[in-house]
């Protein structure tokens, strides 16, 4: 079974740039989460998808983010435009249907903002 | 609402024990512990739920003490591959908030 994949592994920008990661949860998980971590710091959650629906996003930083889930499948975070404070390693994960049940983090991706 | 993990990072020698512990101001009703290694994906070690029992994976197990609200890992005969920072997350409405992290390095 594959994993949750993210793409790309690492994107350098801009300040004022457009960036949009990519992830493809595990198939058949309807949770679909983004987090980010800036370096030393701890893993902060974002959003959180049911399905296509956005079940919870009071992690978003501000309206420069936009996180898409097309029909329940993979998901996209847009950053636009991208600031110097968005750097950081942000990770998706997924899980199955009860919130409670382990979730599947995929290997994340690694911006950096110029 | 952020578990506060204690210490905040450890050093041992191969075959030590470490406890890393994890303490919330708020009820606790599950804690989700993670390993995660230099520029790889957070993975997951175990869930501890409200009124469960003690958990364990090989020589990693995990308490959850309900009226000090707090978990407790327990690394024992630690080895090399053990080493990476460890984070709890607590389970809010759905998502985790996790704590800011252990790191643990094991030496030969």
């Known amino acids: 079974e594959a994993g949750v994949t993210q793409f790309p592994s690492h994107s350098v920008i801009e300040k004022g740039q457009t960036v949009t990661l990519r992830c493809d949860p595990i198939?058949?998980?309807?949770?679909l989460y983004w987090y980010r971590r800036v370096m030393g710091k701890e893993i902060k959650f974002l959003l959180h998808?049911?399905?296509?629906?956005?079940?919870?996003e009071s992690g978003m930083p501000n309206n420069r983010f936009l996180a898409e889930r097309t029909g329940g499948t993979y998901s996209t975070l847009k950053v636009q435009p991208a600031e110097l404070e968005d750097s950081g390693v942000y990770f998706c994960?997924?899980?199955?249907?009860?919130?409670?049940?382990?979730?599947?983090f995929g290997p994340g991706t690694r911006l950096t903002v110029l | 609402q952020q578990p506060v993990q204690s210490p905040q990072a450890v050093i041992l020698r191969e075959g030590e024990d470490a406890v890393i512990n994890c303490s919330s101001s708020?009820?606790?009703?599950?804690v989700h512990w993670y390993r995660q290694k230099h520029g790889e994906a957070p993975v997951f070690l175990m869930i501890?739920?409200?009124?469960?029992e003690q958990k364990g994976h090989e020589k990693i197990s995990a308490s959850f003490n309900e009226k000090k609200q707090q978990s407790s890992l327990y690394l024992t005969a630690s080895q090399l591959s053990y080493s990476g920072t460890y984070f709890c997350?607590?389970?809010?409405?759905?998502?985790?908030?996790f704590g800011q992290g252990t790191t643990l390095q094991v030496k030969p």
């Open positions: 501890l739920l409200k009124g469960g």
């Open positions: 994960a997924s899980s199955q249907a009860s919130p409670l049940n382990e979730q599947f």
């Open positions: 198939s058949g998980h309807d949770n």
């Open positions: 708020k009820a606790l009703y599950s």
């Open positions: 998808f049911v399905k296509e629906s956005k079940q919870d």
């Open positions: 997350g607590t389970e809010v409405t759905g998502k985790l908030i």
